[in-house]
């Protein structure tokens, strides 16, 4: 039976970049994210590279607890087939300080970043308990360890997501089921300019600097998905060469 690994927010940057890593480890790849024209996008892009590999899309909001139950009831046949689920659908909103900053980008960030995260992945555990074999992939960041100024509630939901990695070991302990949290700094995909609505202002975020790409993260997640079932990659922090923490960035 084929292994299907599930990427939420697979229509740009690391979703993309490790639903085609996943496809060349073999993987059969539910891509899924809001904006549907990409995802057939990306189908076309895993079929060329790697043409024996199923690829099923799904379009809908992982923040929204109703789409998130009618895409788990549309799947169901597919749902116990899932062996690694890499929740990384996620976004930040402006920078702006905690008394001046917008009640809608907080909202936002927390429904998908925490809350979207907890509807996916209670969604899905209970396949791979069922099975007692799996691995979930959470998206983290250097923000989940370390906050920097105006980042505040984008750090609250990061750091939301390193418990809630721990937090779901220490429900697995004695199954099969691996659960890793990756953490990058800065790497270079539309996150920016969704933070920022501003291409100007999210280019100035890698001037003079070497981000990391998302095939960068794309490998190291695939990497920890092919270590062998005994070991787990709990946390993984990857900083570009020149970025030595959350604020310290070296710029030509
Ligand atoms: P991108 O903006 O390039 O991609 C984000 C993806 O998330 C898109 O596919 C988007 O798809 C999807 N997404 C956003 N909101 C929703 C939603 N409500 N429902 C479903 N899908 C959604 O950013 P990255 O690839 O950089 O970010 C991926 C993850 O990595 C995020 O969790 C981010 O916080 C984390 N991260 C990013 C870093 C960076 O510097 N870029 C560093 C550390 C962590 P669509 O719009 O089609 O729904
Ligand atoms: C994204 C990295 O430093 O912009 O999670 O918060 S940072």
Known sequence: MAKWAMITGATAG??????????????????TGRRYEKLQELEKAIKAKF??????????????RFEVSEFLKAEAALLPQIEVLVNNAGLAKGTD??????????ETMIDTNVKGLLFITRGILP???????????????????????????????????????EGLRRDLLGTKIRVTNIEPGMVTTEFSMV???????????????????AEDIADTIAWCVARPAHVNIQE???????????DAVARK
């Open 127 to 165: 396949f791979l308990t069922q099975k007692n074999s799996g691995h979930i992939v959470n998206l983290g960041s250097v923000a989940g360890r370390w906050t920097y100024p105006g980042g505040g509630v984008y750090c609250a939901t990061k750091f939301a997501v390193r418990a809630l990695s």
């Open 97 to 106: 300080k905690m008394h001046e900053a917008s009640l809608d980008d907080w």
């Open 195 to 213: 933070r920022f609505n501003d291409q100007a202002r999210a280019d100035k975020v890698y001037e003079g600097m070497t981000p990391l790409t």
């Open 236 to 246: 993984l922090v990857i900083y570009p060469t020149d970025q030595a923490h959350v």
């Open 14 to 31: 690391i979703g993309w970049a490790t639903s085609l890593a996943l496809a060349g480890q073999g993987f059969s790849i539910l891509a």
């Open 51 to 64: 043409p024996q590999v199923q690829v099923k899309l799904a379009c809908f909001d992982v923040s929204d």
